[in-house]
């Protein structure tokens, strides 16, 4: 069994600053690429960021510069860094996480439970 908690999301004004965390927890035998996808009201959910097992990162095209995505290997935690916040980054973030549980020898694609982030003009 694996868990993702994630915390972290709030309002704040344009401009402003939040930090989101996603802690994998449970049967984990190795953890692969981490990563951040959005939900805006009446949209698709879209990509974010993703960080690698070896630290390299990618961004959407309306983030990067603005967003940091980060990775803790020794607490099985992803983090994303928002700055400069603006009323299109508002959404539901989802941490999404690629796992191999021990004893699987398959690796899954698990979702944490989203956090709502508002950003207020």
């Given at each position: 069994q694996v868990q993702?908690?994630?915390s972290g999301g709030g309002l704040v004004q344009a401009g402003g600053s939040l930090r989101l965390s996603c802690?994998?927890?449970g049967s984990i035998f190795s953890i692969k690429t981490m990563g951040w996808y959005r939900q805006a009201p009446?949209?698709?959910r879209e990509l974010v960021a993703t960080v690698t097992s070896g630290g390299t990162a990618n961004y959407a095209d309306s983030v990067r510069g603005r967003f940091t995505i980060s990775?803790?290997?020794a607490k099985n935690t992803v983090y994303l860094?928002?700055?400069t916040l603006k009323p299109e980054d508002t959404a539901v973030y989802y941490?999404?996480?690629r796992i191999e549980p021990y004893l699987m020898m398959k690796e899954y694609n698990y979702w944490g439970q989203g956090t709502q982030?508002?950003?207020s003009s």
């Open positions: 993702l908690v994630e802690a994998a927890s009446g949209k698709q990775r803790d290997n860094q928002m700055d941490c999404n996480v982030v508002t950003v």
